[in-house]
């Protein structure tokens, strides 16, 4: 591939070493190859040549709209030309926080806990205990979802003794096998 081919002429081919009209600065644009018919950029130059080759374009300049080519350039000439302002204020924060040696929060503060870790206290308890009879005098089952939002809405509960829907679930579930048998003891009454 040293040797020029016969479809590729020189103003189609931009690359880092050669100037592009449209970047006077002669500046590279970050090692990637421009094709003047389509407006296809590609890291590699053989993938530049390969549609050149084959005279087969992505997007066939008989087919846009000179508007469109026009804008596509200008635009691609702004991105050229745009350079990215640095966020000062958080680069500031982020020095800060490399010269502070010790953090004011403690360690892991970020880290969300799912789930308390250890016993409730006797009034989580009975607050789902005494819903769980309410439900049970009414011939209704106590769904995890309500009693959350239940627990939620009461005031006496404090933010750090609420429990989550999976643990809701299995304290109705140990409350529900606490409850005698019906089924056994209709069986037993009628036996006797």
């Not at 003794?161 to 679930?169: A, I, Y």
Request: aromatic letters at 8%.
């Amino acid at each position: 591939m040293n040797d020029v081919e016969p479809n590729a002429r020189d103003d189609d081919i931009v690359t880092p070493n050669r100037s592009d009209l449209f970047n006077p600065d002669g500046a590279p644009k970050q090692s990637l190859f421009y094709c003047r018919e389509c407006g296809v950029s590609f890291i590699r130059y053989t993938n530049l040549l390969q549609p050149i080759e084959r005279w087969k374009h992505f997007i066939r300049p008989e087919h846009i709209k000179l508007l469109d080519r026009e804008l596509g350039l200008f635009m691609r000439a702004i991105e050229d030309t745009l350079v990215p302002v640095p966020l000062s204020p958080v680069s500031e924060v982020i020095k800060a926080f490399k010269r502070k040696s010790d953090p004011e929060l403690p360690h892991g503060w970020a880290i969300r806990h799912g789930r308390k870790v250890g016993r409730y206290p006797e009034t989580t308890k009975a607050f789902v205990k005494a819903k769980f009879d309410e439900y049970a005098k009414c011939g209704a089952k106590l769904k995890a979802d309500e009693a959350e939002i239940q627990m939620r809405a009461d005031r006496f509960i404090e933010p750090n003794d609420l429990m989550t829907k999976s643990q809701l679930r299995n304290y109705i579930n140990t409350l529900k096998s606490q409850l005698p048998k019906t089924r056994v003891w209709r069986r037993q009454v009628e036996h006797e």
